[in-house]
């Protein structure tokens, strides 16, 4: 299978390259910032957006889910956020005008950047079986297609309804409680593909699957160890809250195969000195070798049980279960394969232990890095061993703070947008609702591609995202969806998955974060989870991007009332109405929002979830403590001559969102197609800075997957290692090389070969 960069595309992927930066923000950053904005956006609509990202009267970010903190500066947001909002409130538009000029096979050969910057999508669009373009529709038809085809479905199994993570906390709710009613728990997410690692190995550790700290318990710390994560581009605001660790005298750990900028050196763009010099951030970078984070914190347990003194024996006797099993697969850590595994030298390890040992209140961020590989799962369970054997969890400035990447992803699945939902969950919606709701498990994003390609789903529905782009094995996942009978998007702006369509499609356009939503009780807010549990309203401010877009709770409302019609009693056209009438049922079936409207009114700043082990060290665990888990030690073994890709982000995207062609951090401009590759390593396989290759990954089932004409770049990774951007690398990625229990695709860690060739 190859994939070639689209041909329709007039954009020169032609990367130039320079040495990377070794500092993030600072004034290239507000530079940059403003001038993207005003390119998408115009000078006045550009002052009166960003003035409101993330103040108590304005609009979420939709850029990251990093939290916004009590004292909120003027300009509460960062440059890839600035970003995001100039995206998503850009003046272009794309009208039913533009479907005309434009077949969907013209489409199919454009790449995701032009696709993105055509502009905002204006009306509903209808692709009729046998069409060659998308038509305009009323809302009206265009529910009745879909009514049509869902129950015509044999099961309502064979539907599936995807959410990506802006979907409001109202919306979520509303989509899930539709796909109950209407038989099925297939509710796959972004989630799948993102932080389900985070979430399998947290719920089966502590009892809750989301972080246990706060932005103050951060600022508390006195060691900080960021592991997988690049928070310099994708979560710009957390760079504040490091150097305010720092300046209380925190020290910081990166582990990661990759130096990035804004771990070294952070210039915040808020204060005079931070524009000039800037602090420094990483007191020790650990180059860890990809998938060896789980053999490194395996030694680091080991070390620390084998120091006296170091374990907090009060906190293991009384709240944890599994140490003695822990302890004795933990004394088994062999030095010589930690170093294989990580690539470190003996001297690192023990500088990281020390570290670890002078403090006594631990948190370990991750990301990606640690998430999307096939031992995923028990690597962040070793995390978690270690905190557990300092006393680290449910104590201030000490815990796990996986964090989140889309802004609402954590409050979707609070909502229920869960393929495999709690009993206790279920219960308490059906006894709200007088539903029953299907008890089976749904599919996740993997299932949920295997059952189209295999015809065991025939309808496709979106709320957001970009499926087809942000999914692994692109070739195997486009055939799946052209399998569908009918594919449904409700987007903002147009991506790669309104070109690979099923038989019949339809675009859904609604309105942003930005936009103002009106309905016939007036003036709405929504509400959004950040990656600590804080819950707050949302308010667009933007005239909406043109009158024909409909919200999305207003979308799966009139959805359900077109596809149950008289059989559901449930208060659809109110809870369009009034969003405040979800809240109040939210409030009834979901724990922690209790009066959830009468406190969202008293706390504009937001309010916390509670969260048992943070707040009262009580584990709701299957053995009711926090367990301690002990699983042999994996980490990738990549045959002679090849190296073990990482599929990432680039400073210049948001996913499959492509702002622009540089990764400025890196060094990287004007073009995508570039893989990094460590020089000893490029020179061992003959390839020269500025040579091309084809990546060609290596997967048991033996089909060749290649992305062809990759410039080839010498760049300080860890030996044996490549990174390249998604999503143009996820044909290399295969549908089946997924994490063992939580099966998120494993895009971390990809064995590939280079092929010399030319550019494509
Ligand atoms: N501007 C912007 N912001 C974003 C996004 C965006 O695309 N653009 N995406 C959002 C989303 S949905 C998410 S999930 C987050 C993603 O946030 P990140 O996880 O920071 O995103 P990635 O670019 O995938 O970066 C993964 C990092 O892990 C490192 N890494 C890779 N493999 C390993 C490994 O085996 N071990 C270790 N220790 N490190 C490893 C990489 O070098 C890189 O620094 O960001 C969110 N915020
Ligand atoms: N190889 C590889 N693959 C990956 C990853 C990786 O690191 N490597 N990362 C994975 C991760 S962490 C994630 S989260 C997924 C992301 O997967 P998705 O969330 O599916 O993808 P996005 O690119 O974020 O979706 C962008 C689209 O969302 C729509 N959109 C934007 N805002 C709104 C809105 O407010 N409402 C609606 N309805 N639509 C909106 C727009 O049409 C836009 O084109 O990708 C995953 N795929
Ligand atoms: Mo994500």
Redesign the pocket.
């Known amino acids: 299978m190859v994939s070639k960069p689209p041909a329709g595309d007039p954009v020169q992927d032609a990367p130039r390259v320079g040495p990377p930066q070794h500092a993030a923000a600072g004034l290239p950053a507000v530079g940059h910032t403003l001038r993207m904005a005003q390119e998408q956006m115009g000078p006045l609509r550009t002052a009166r957006t960003l003035l409101k990202v993330n103040q108590k009267d304005g609009f979420d970010c ?1 850029g990251c889910a990093w939290p916004e903190g009590e004292k909120r500066h003027v300009a509460e947001f960062c440059e890839n956020g600035a970003k995001a909002v100039a995206e ?1 409130a850009t003046l272009r538009r794309v009208t039913p005008a533009f479907f005309a000029a434009h077949p969907v096979a013209e489409l199919a050969s454009r790449s995701g950047y032009w696709l ?1 910057q055509q502009g905002r999508i204006t009306e509903p669009v209808y692709l009729p079986e046998g069409g060659d373009r998308y038509e305009p529709v009323t809302w009206e038809r265009a529910f009745a297609i879909i009514a049509e085809e869902l129950r015509a479905l044999g099961s309502p199994d064979e539907a599936l309804f ?1 959410t ?4 409001s906390n109202e919306a979520a709710f509303l989509l899930q409680l539709f796909a109950r009613e209407f038989g099925t728990n297939n509710l796959p997410d ?2 799948n ?3 389900e690692s985070s979430g399998s190995a947290l719920t089966e550790t502590l009892g809750v699957g989301k972080g246990s700290v706060s932005l103050e318990d951060l600022h508390r710390a006195d060691l900080i160890i960021v592991a997988g994560q690049n928070p310099g581009t994708n979560h710009p605001r957390m760079l504040s809250a490091l150097e305010k660790a720092k300046a209380a005298g925190a020290r910081i750990i990166s582990v990661n195969p990759l130096p990035e900028a804004g771990l070294e050196r952070f210039k915040n763009p808020q204060t005079p000195q931070g524009m000039l010099k800037g602090a420094a951030l990483t007191d020790l970078f650990l180059q860890i070798r990809i998938g060896g984070d789980q053999a490194l914190f395996r030694l680091l347990n080991r070390l620390v049980l084998e120091t006296p003194g170091a374990v907090d024996e009060a906190f293991v006797r009384e709240y944890t279960h599994g140490f003695e099993e822990f302890a004795a697969a933990a004394r088994e850590a062999d030095w010589e394969e930690t170093l294989t595994a990580t690539g470190l030298t003996r001297a690192e390890i023990g500088k990281a232990l020390e570290m670890v040992l002078a403090s006594k209140r631990t948190i370990v961020c991750w990301a ?1 890095g640690l998430t ?1 590989h096939k031992h995923a799962v028990p690597t962040i369970r070793e995390v978690v061993n270690l905190l557990l054997l300092r006393g680290a969890v449910g104590r201030p400035g000490a815990g796990v703070c996986p964090v989140r ?2 802004s609402n ?1 954590q409050g979707d699945r609070t909502m229920g947008i869960f393929e495999r939902p709690a009993p206790a969950f279920l219960d308490a919606l059906d006894k709200e609702f007088g539903i029953v709701s299907p008890r089976r498990h749904g599919f996740d994003v993997v299932r949920s591609i295997q059952a189209l390609r295999d015809g065991e789903a025939k309808v496709f529905f ?6 087809v ?4 094995d692109t070739e195997v996942t486009e055939a799946a969806m052209r399998n569908a009978r009918l594919t449904v ?7 790669r998955s309104h070109a690979v369509t099923g038989r019949r499609a339809l675009i859904l356009p ?4 930005t936009d103002k939503d009106v309905q016939r009780s007036g003036r709405q807010v929504v509400t959004v989870e950040d990656s600590m549990g804080l819950v707050h309203a949302s308010r667009g401010n933007l005239p909406p991007a043109s009158p024909h877009l409909l919200s ?1 709770p207003a979308i799966v409302a009139r959805m359900a009332r077109a596809v149950l019609g008289a059989e559901s009693a449930t208060p659809w056209e109110e809870f369009e109405a009034d969003y405040g009438a979800i809240r109040d049922r939210i409030a009834r079936v979901v724990p922690g929002f209790e009066d959830f409207n009468a406190r969202l009114a008293a706390h504009p700043g937001g309010f916390a979830l509670p969260h048992a082990p943070r707040d009262e060290r009580r584990f709701p665990t299957a053995t009711g403590k926090a367990n301690f888990t002990a699983a042999p030690v994996e980490y990738p073994r990549v045959p002679e001559g090849r190296l073990l890709l990482q ?3 680039s400073h210049d995207q ?4 492509i702002y622009g062609l540089d990764d400025r951090y890196r060094g990287i401009k004007g073009g995508r197609r570039v893989v990094l590759v460590h020089p000893e390593d490029a020179a061992a396989l003959g390839l020269a800075d500025g040579a091309y290759a084809d990546l060609v990954s290596e997967w048991t089932d033996g089909v060749e997957r290649r992305a062809p004409g990759f410039r080839v770049v010498h760049y300080p990774t860890a030996r044996g290692c490549a990174a390249a951007y ?2 143009e ?2 044909v290399l ?1 295969p549908l089946e090389a997924t994490a063992d229990v939580s099966n998120t ?1 494993a ?2 860690s990809v064995i590939v070969r280079l092929e010399e060739s030319a550019p494509a």
């Open positions: 939709p998503e993105g995807y990506s993570g802006r979907t972004c989630s593909m993102c932080h990606m999307q990447g889309h992803v979106a709320m957001g995202g970009n499926f782009g942000a999914s692994p998007h409700v987007s903002t702006k147009l991506n609604t309105l942003g974060r999305e599929t990432l982000r948001y996913n499959t969102t998604y999503p690398t996820n990625v695709p895009s971390k």
